[in-house]
Nanobody, 120 residues
Framework: QVQLVESGGGLVQAGGSLRLSCAASGSIVHIDGMSWYRQTPGKQRELVATITSTGTTNYADSLKGRFTISRDNAKNTVYLQMNSLKPEDTAVYYC??????????????WGQGTLVIVSS
C-alpha cells in the first residue's frame, strides 16, 4: 500500500514551535513535488508551502520567515518546521505528493491530516 502519514501535530502555546513530518511508504520509485496544506472548518484548504524534488521551495506570503519546508528524499519524507506559531495557525495540516511514481505508473497522494492547535 502506498500512503502518506503525517505526524507531529498537537497543542502548543502561541510563540512556540512544532515540526510536522509526512512520510511516504510503499513501493515508491520517486516522488516529485511535495507540499503542505492546511484547512480550518468553514475555510477552503490553502497551500502552505511546496518543495520540488530538487529542493526549490515556495511559501504562502503570510508564512514566509516563520515556516520552513524541507525533505529527505532517502526517507521519502517532507517536513514543516513551524516557528513563532500564532492562534490563527490552528488548522488541520495535510501533506501532498503530486506525483508519486510507482511500478505501474504514478499517482497523487494526500495524507489524512494532523491537527495543530495554537493556544493564545
Amino acid at each position: 500500500q502506498v500512503q502518506l502519514v503525517e505526524s507531529g501535530g498537537g497543542l502548543v502555546q502561541a510563540g512556540g514551535s512544532l515540526r510536522l513530518s509526512c512520510a511516504a511508504s510503499g513501493s515508491i520509485v520517486h516522488i516529485d513535488g511535495m507540499s503542505w496544506y492546511r484547512q480550518t472548518p468553514g475555510k477552503q484548504r490553502e497551500l502552505v508551502a511546496t518543495i520540488t524534488s530538487t529542493g526549490t521551495t515556495n511559501y504562502a506570503d503570510s508564512l514566509k520567515g516563520r515556516f520552513t519546508i524541507s525533505r529527505d528524499n532517502a526517507k521519502n519524507t517532507v517536513y514543516l518546521q513551524m516557528n513563532s506559531l500564532k492562534p490563527e495557525d490552528t488548522a488541520v495540516y495535510y501533506c501532498n505528493a503530486d506525483r508519486v511514481v510507482v511500478a505501474f505508473g504514478y499517482l497523487e497522494l494526500w495524507g489524512q491530516g494532523t491537527l495543530v492547535i495554537v493556544s493564545s
